[in-house]
């Protein structure tokens, strides 16, 4: 009997902390977003009010949901479309962000000044969207998440006892 209800205590312990994990992925997605509108109006900003080459903007630029995953580090060392490829299979975003983003940054630097500009802002709009997508589905998919987890132990403890 003690057994069981070890086993049982166990199990309550790793849905919980299953669902804590899966939860904080969800914020992760969130995080990344941010760090991603930060990155491009930061672009937009140097380059309509300072025209400054897009490698000074990434060596000074750092997110720490970014910096997480290692698109930071790549950022700098292989610019941005060579950042967003690598990085595509960590982040948490969703696939139609990183499809904007890899659209984004083929030809990102091959442009007029305006052109550039016009092209960040309908990113940043296109972003803006995913981000409120994100917020919205996050509390229900964190229940979703955490019900889940709760009726799964407790089916399985019912189960060993």
């Given at each position: 009997m003690t057994v069981k209800l070890l086993g049982a205590v166990f199990v309550a312990a790793a849905s919980l902390i299953m669902s804590n994990y899966l939860c904080s992925r969800l914020?992760?997605?969130?995080?990344?977003?941010?760090g991603f509108i930060a990155l491009i109006s930061r672009i937009r900003l140097e380059?309509?009010?300072?025209s400054r080459p897009l490698s000074e903007i990434y060596s000074e630029f750092s997110?720490?949901?970014?910096?997480?995953?290692?698109?930071t580090e790549a950022l700098?060392?292989?610019?941005?479309?060579?950042?967003?490829?690598?990085?595509?299979?960590?982040?948490?975003?969703s696939r139609e962000a990183k499809e904007l983003l890899i659209s984004f940054s083929e030809d990102l630097g091959r442009g007029y000044s305006e052109d550039e500009i016009k092209r960040c802002d309908h990113?940043?709009?296109s972003l803006d969207g995913e981000y409120k997508k994100c917020l919205d589905a996050?509390?229900?998919?964190s229940k979703l998440i955490r019900s889940l987890s709760l009726t799964f132990g407790i089916s399985v403890i019912i189960i060993l006892i």
């Open positions: 914020g992760r997605e969130r995080d990344e977003l941010e380059i309509s009010c300072f997110s720490p949901s970014l910096d997480t995953v290692g698109f700098r060392a292989r610019g941005f479309y060579g950042a967003v490829c690598e990085s595509a299979s960590v982040l948490s975003i990113l940043l709009a996050l509390p229900g998919k």
